[in-house]
């Protein structure tokens, strides 16, 4: 069972000055509606690849491993979660 159908995919062109230079930038816009909350989820990447749910997993996966770390800096009180080896994550 899918958790998430599509909902709309469109490419979209997104115009910003930088130090008074005009630019464009083309973009994916992604719209999901996730069926067990019944929200409707908005995301915009570069990714021009992948299919559009692929696109939201990837959102979906990295708000749950945001939770995680979240969880994990409450819990054992750090203000900051930033290990480059296994042993210093296991401690």
């Known amino acids: 069972m899918t958790l998430l159908n599509t909902y709309d995919d469109q490419v979209i062109l997104l115009k910003y000055n930088q130090l008074k230079v ?14 067990i909350k019944g929200e409707v ?10 299919s559009a749910k692929t696109i939201a997993q990837f959102y979906k996966n990295s708000w749950t491993i945001e939770l995680l770390f979240k969880q994990l800096k409450q819990n054992l009180e750090l203000k900051y979660f930033l290990q480059d080896s296994e042993n210093g994550i296991k401690s």
């Open 22 to 35: 005009s630019r464009t930038v083309k973009l994916r816009l992604v719209t999901f509606r996730d069926l």
């Open 41 to 50: 989820l908005e995301f915009l990447t570069n990714l021009m690849e992948v």
